[in-house]
């Protein structure tokens, strides 16, 4: 929606049955990171024997070291495998809600160098969970691309909806990162800031 996409004519059929429905609608859209930083560990505190070396990706310093060198016992993690651990742990609960999954409809946005449309907004009912997996991408963080891309998602959604004379309810925004930018998101941040302000938004 917010760029230019090709959708199947299931999908077409979805969006309009959404639309024609005429149930009030809360629209969730996930922004979700999937820049090369995303493919690091996580490893907890003490869990490491020993580094190999040291380095500078995606916006920060890094470590390098064996996989063999993990103590046992200590948990440990590739971010991205945590993230889609954690987004379709919250998609299946809208999904297998019975009264939510008819109201709530879902976009999923993913960043990396740019920002993409991965899931444009559908019924919770119609999700393939397994299809909003989120892979690693490029190596940049342009967070404020994706706020952009994920206001502009909300937008036209909400106006679709205002068009089609159906109510919606206050939007919400899932913000998903390991928090360090490679572009300057800081009017990005203040427009979310106002709006959130002014009770136009919820933020997680």
């Avoid at 996930?30 to 500078?56: H, P």
């Avoid at 920002?115 to 963080?141: G, H, I, P």
């Avoid at 990162?177 to 302000?197: C, H, I, L, M, S």
Wanted: with cysteine; charged share 25%; net charge negative.
């Amino acid at each position: 929606m917010a760029n230019e996409a090709y959708y199947t004519s299931e999908h077409y059929s979805q969006q309009r049955r959404l639309l024609i429905n005429g149930d009030p609608r809360a629209l969730i859209c996930f922004c979700v990171d999937v820049s090369q930083s995303m493919d690091e560990w996580w490893i907890q505190e003490g869990g490491l024997r020993r580094n190999t070396g040291a380095g500078f990706s995606d916006g920060h310093n890094v470590n390098y070291f064996n996989l063999d060198d993990i103590r046992p016992g200590y948990a440990h993690y590739k971010k991205i495998d945590k993230l889609n651990e954690t987004l379709c742990s919250l998609l299946n609960d809208l999904k297998f809600d019975r009264e939510l999954c008819s109201q709530v409809a879902v976009s999923i946005i993913t960043y990396s160098r740019f920002a993409s449309v991965k899931y444009d907004f559908l019924d919770c009912e119609a999700l393939n969970v397994q299809l909003c997996k989120c892979s690693v991408e490029k190596a940049e963080t342009a967070m404020g691309d994706g706020l952009r891309t994920a206001l502009a998602q909300l937008d036209e959604m909400q106006n679709d909806l205002r068009n089609a004379d159906n109510d919606y309810y206050t939007p919400i925004l899932v913000f998903m990162t390991d928090g360090t930018p490679t572009d300057d998101p800081r009017e990005e941040f203040a427009k979310v800031r106002e709006r959130v302000q002014k009770g136009e938004l919820f933020v997680f």
